[in-house]
């Protein structure tokens, strides 16, 4: 991404630069890397970069309290969690003790009488990381995972016998976010508030998998979005993010957001790590 030359954040942010898609006859495409050396964001379509104020989510939740954002209205929230998880990268405790923890989180942040985690994803800002764990690059494009069809496609994905009783319930879809090993300080995410976004700015768009094509939605530019970040989120940290919700009456039903550089990172900031899982919360 183009670096923006803006002073660093204030106590109001700072400002950076987003890749906004732009809209066009053609569906964008996004391709899925599988991960390694090689992994690397690939995109087909018209894409255009925009300077654009990000306000700092940690100082107003300082000045206002923790409860200033919240995934049903902004639609992410960033929540204290210490795991017992030592390794991340540890699949059997992962499986055993992290999605457990995770669904708990998820049903007390939304209520949801059932949850399941389906999905993990690692990236990391390091090539040298990347190619030592298999894993993907961190995702600079403004996207929400899931689209009012490929969310309640992935239940039926994952659950063709109890799909149709399932999808006659409200239920949506939770991104656990959180930085591994250190904090992050590099390739840091922007969100933006949903309150902001309007149907007119998400672009359906094509996500191609190894095993399977989905659809994403991208966003085009809009002055009125409001983009929020928090400065080094720890590895005792959760962010929340809603990418579906079947429920039309609130103003939260995606996320949008993009990983970023920050103008002026703190020195010897480490490449960032992170993990992010997808859970249902089912009502």
Known sequence: MTTSTSPPDTVSGLRATLK??????????????????????????????????????????AAAG??????????????????????????????????IEIMKLVA????????????HTWRADSVEQRAAR????????????????????????????EADDLL?????????????????ETSMLALCDARSVTDDDLIRSERRAKDRIGEILMASYNPAHKWIYFPAMSPDEALLLKTYDSSRDGPARF????????????????????????VFAFF
């Open 20 to 61: 906004y898609s732009v809209p066009s006859d053609e569906k964008p495409i996004y391709v899925a890397s599988i991960g390694g050396e090689e992994a690397r964001l690939d995109l087909d379509g018209e894409f255009q970069e925009r300077e654009v104020e990000i306000s700092d989510g940690r100082a107003r939740m």
């Open 134 to 161: 298999q894993i993907r690059e961190p995702s600079a494009v403004i996207h929400n995972d899931y689209t009012n069809w490929s969310g309640p496609q992935r239940v039926r994905d994952i659950y063709p016998a």
């Open 108 to 119: 007390a942040a939304t209520g949801a009488k059932r949850t399941a985690v389906f999905d």
């Open 168 to 184: 006659n319930r409200r239920f949506s879809i939770v991104n656990v976010w959180r930085a591994i090993g250190h904090p992050a």
């Open 66 to 99: 923790n409860d200033v954002f919240h995934i049903d209205r902004e639609g992410f929230s960033l929540v204290s969690h210490e795991s017992a998880i030592v390794d991340f990268y540890d699949l059997v405790a992962i499986e055993s003790t992290y999605e």
């Open 255 to 278: 996320a949008i957001h993009t990983a970023f550089d920050h103008p002026a990172p703190p020195a010897g900031a480490m490449p960032r790590e992170s993990m992010e899982s997808r």
